[in-house]
């Protein structure tokens, strides 16, 4: 794996202007493990109005020039370079009360959150005062210096280190994985946007059980996913269940790609059992209607941790509809689910279906009827079949034209236009579709 050249001309100009400059953190640890390098962060003696001399022909971002970073946008590339610092007291469990530039790289990498993320490159040379390279070696998170310290600074890093451990599939050592456990508490203190992002790249790990595990083992999950904790030791009473409601979770979630929405439809999906199990004639536990339950408590979780509109909406239809009975669609109840979910999400389903089915039971799996659901959809897609407004003959202007005022009434025209088009496709035709709407809306032009 070589450093791009353009990163080496960086480095190369800030030399020339007789600065000190290095590769540092996450680019350096994936160099060294042989991994795709995403974000190139470099530090440096330079002061911040330095980088911004030096780089005049080039765009300057001040992203936190108080704090010594300047983004730089260089031939395509999108390079932080931050000043060498040192930080002061961290009274708020985030920041530092003051930093202090400072000429020592060393200083700068020892105010880092992980061994693995403290050190430096310069020219292929590896600059490892914390012995980074043998934890990476014998594949450990651990704290640069005192484990306390470093959670009490920021408390985020908490979550960094057990997301790093999904990420790597690593351990936490011993001393840090203590800290941890002293330290959970406060991670009430962190914004719920800061938890949110962390958590949803631990679910995009290449491991994500395992995340979810270690937040269970220290306690962690009990604080920021509590409907999920209380999963544990859930007994389904299911002839169809093998495994407890959490177990059965995790395994839909590890049967999922690396995809967001998708696992955190799996992660949610059977949240509402929680709340609706009744036990039946046959002596079984029934879930009737967890799917809503699941889905409304799923939209409370996502909505609290400020999650765009799009990705709740999303897992809350992946959710919802993830115990439709594939057996008993026909082709307008298909169209009907794929104008809902979009062409996209409703491949998804069909994944967190196989998923769902799959996490079941160790025996039993059979999954013609949701193969044979995929088939359909994949014909539907596939065809010229009109299965959404926008490919109806009309559109909502020729609606207004004909006399109807914007608002409500358009989408429920057209929504009324798209069913009978779901009947029969010949309908699919502008003059026909226009002669619809005046017969059966005719007495609603003044709303």
């Not at 679910?203 to 544990?232: C, F, H, Q, W």
């Not at 939209?299 to 992946?318: G, P, Q, R």
């Amino acid at each position: 794996m070589k450093i791009p050249v353009e990163i080496q001309e960086i480095v190369a100009l800030v030399k020339k202007n007789n600065e000190e400059i290095y590769l540092v953190g996450g680019a350096v640890r994936n160099f060294l493990l042989k991994k795709d390098i995403n974000d190139y962060d470099l530090t440096t003696s330079a002061l911040p109005e330095k980088i911004e001399e030096i780089f005049s022909d080039y765009k300057t971002i001040d992203i936190g020039k108080k704090f010594g970073t300047i983004l730089l946008l260089y031939k395509g590339y999108r390079v932080e370079i931050t000043t060498f610092r040192k930080d002061g007291l961290y009274k708020d469990g985030r920041r530092p009360e003051k930093i202090e530039f400072s000429r020592s790289l060393r200083e700068d990498l020892e105010r880092r959150d992980f061994t693995i993320n403290a050190m430096a490159m310069d020219e292929g040379l590896v600059i490892d005062y914390f012995k980074g390279r043998e934890y990476l070696k014998n594949k450990l998170i651990k704290t640069v210096n005192n484990p306390d310290l470093r959670f009490q600074e920021d408390y985020l890093r908490i979550l960094r280190a057990i997301r790093f451990a999904a990420q790597l599939d690593f351990k936490i050592e011993d001393e840090s994985y203590e800290a941890i456990i002293r330290n959970r508490e406060k991670i009430v203190t962190i914004s719920k946007e800061r938890i949110r992002d962390e958590l949803f790249k631990l679910l995009l790990s290449p491991n994500p059980v395992y995340g979810l595990e270690l937040l269970r083992k220290t306690g962690i999950l009990k604080i920021i996913l509590p409907d999920i904790d209380a999963m544990v030791d859930f007994d389904q009473e299911s002839r169809h269940h093998d495994f407890n409601l959490y177990e059965h979770t995790l395994r839909v979630v590890g049967n999922t790609r690396q995809d967001l929405e998708l696992r955190l439809a799996a992660l949610f999906h059977d949240l509402g059992k929680l709340e609706t199990k009744i036990r039946g004639e046959d002596g079984e536990a029934h879930y009737y209607g967890h799917n809503e339950n699941s889905r409304d408590m799923a939209i409370k979780i996502l909505k609290n941790f400020n999650t765009d509109k799009t990705t709740v909406e999303n897992v809350a239809n992946l959710v919802y509809y993830h115990m439709i009975n594939n057996k008993y669609f026909k082709d307008k109840g298909i169209k009907r689910l794929i104008n809902k979910l979009g062409d996209e999400n409703i491949y998804k389903l069909i994944e967190l279906q196989l998923a769902d089915r799959k996490s079941c039971s160790l025996t039993y799996q059979d999954n013609e009827d949701i193969i044979c659901m995929r088939g359909k959809i994949e014909t539907i897609l596939a065809s010229q079949t009109v299965y959404n407004q926008k490919q109806l003959a009309i559109n909502g202007n020729d609606v207004i034209e004909l006399g109807y005022k914007k608002g409500i009434l358009i989408g429920e025209i057209l929504s009324f236009v798209l069913d009978l088009v779901l009947e029969d496709e010949k309908l699919n035709e502008r003059e026909i579709l226009i002669n619809i709407i005046q017969e059966q809306f005719k007495d609603r032009r003044e709303e």
